[in-house]
């Protein structure tokens, strides 16, 4: 993994662990949470560091899940009660998305 994370890293981290089971936020939405930074950099983040948080919380806008992590992730969720689409391949962002509140 190499260096331990910046403080950048420790807030994109600590956000994600925030995340209530059964509800996700987007790239985008934790940077928004974090207040700077943006899709890529919390990405970034999640791929060096984010294995020790509940990475599966995190996910693309559209519900789509983590490349290469779909088996582990649908799991996740299957536990959690995370609302899925219909064709049960993506999260149901209207439903699953955290508001940061509760």
């Known amino acids: 993994m190499g260096a331990d994370p910046d403080d950048y ?11 209530p089971p059964g509800r996700v936020l987007a790239y985008g939405d934790v940077a928004e949470m974090v207040g700077s ?15 020790g948080v509940p990475w ?18 649908l799991e996740e969720y299957r536990a959690e009660g995370t609302p ?12 699953a998305r955290w508001d940061g509140r509760s």
């Not at 599966?56 to 992730?73: C, K, P, Q, T």
């Not at 899925?84 to 439903?95: I, K």
């Open 9 to 19: 890293a420790e807030a994109v981290l600590d956000a994600v662990e925030r995340i």
């Open 37 to 51: 930074g943006g899709p890529r950099q919390v990405g970034r983040v999640m791929s060096l560091y984010g294995g």
């Open 56 to 73: 599966w919380r995190v996910i693309r806008a559209d519900g789509g899940l983590l490349s290469g992590h779909e088996v582990r992730a």
């Open 84 to 95: 899925m689409r219909p064709d049960g391949r993506r999260v149901d962002m209207r439903l």
